[in-house]
């Protein structure tokens, strides 16, 4: 079982991978899966994600607090609403426009909803 979580775990990276250079196709959920996966399938993989230099302290603040740094936030979003509105322009039929300013606002008010910071009683 544990090969078909790294399977599913590499899979998944990979398309959080192409996710950077393509518009409207998400990232973070995929790194997400990714973490979730090796986790269960490979203790090594899962090591080595949490020490890339990019996503690695965003993932273990994501999984043991469950919080996303603000400048992660204001990042995602800055690049999510180009590539909507661009999208947008370019399909430019209402159906597809209403979809994807629903996932653009989805994306946007889950962001918010997230916390930003980790407060605990040490602090």
Known sequence: MKWLFNLVGTCALALAIVG??????PTTPFVLLASA???RGSTHMHAWLLQAPLLGSVLKDFQEHQVVPLRAKITAIALLWP????A??????LP???MLGAIGIAVTV???WLPS???SENH
């Open 20 to 25: 950077l250079f393509l518009p409207l196709l």
């Open 37 to 39: 996966c090796y986790l």
């Open 83 to 86: 590539s909507i509105i661009y």
């Open 88 to 93: 947008i322009y370019r399909v430019q039929t």
């Open 96 to 98: 597809l426009t209403i």
């Open 110 to 112: 889950y962001l918010f």
């Open 117 to 119: 910071t980790y407060c």
